[in-house]
């Protein structure tokens, strides 16, 4: 059991810059591998990124590649997603969450994380 709240979410310009953050519960967060996801109104939950426990393999959605980059600090267990060059398009409500096998194969489905934030909102203006 892990739980994991997000911070960091806001208002910013398209072109601008956020660092979200997630903070997980108890002492197992490296047994974790962690992912970002997100939610505009009306459309389903998309995968944005992917962090292997140890933080030494990441993965992308195409549409964030090259914008953003997802990082985690096991010794504060706490995982980060630096979002850059933020479009409109962007704007979501961005989820943390925690996958307790520590490796999918389906690593871009929502169905393989066990344990979720409540979500910090993220919003971009044109």
């Known amino acids: 059991q892990v739980q994991l709240v997000e911070s960091g979410g806001g208002l910013v310009q398209a072109g601008g810059s956020l660092r979200l953050s997630c903070a997980a519960s108890g002492r197992t967060f490296s047994s974790y591998a962690m992912g970002w996801f997100r939610q505009a109104p009306g459309k389903e939950r998309e995968f944005v990124a992917r962090i292997s426990r140890s933080g030494g393999r990441t993965r992308y959605a195409d549409s964030v590649k090259g914008r953003f980059t997802i990082s985690r600090d096991n010794a504060k267990n706490t995982v980060y997603l630096e979002m850059n060059s933020l479009k409109p398009e962007d704007t979501a409500v961005y989820f943390c969450?925690?996958?307790?096998?520590?490796?999918?194969?389906?690593?871009?489905?929502?169905?393989?994380?066990?344990?979720w934030g409540q979500g910090t909102q993220v919003t971009v203006s044109s």
């Open positions: 969450a925690a996958d307790d096998d520590g490796y999918s194969a389906n690593y871009y489905s929502a169905d393989a994380y066990d344990y």
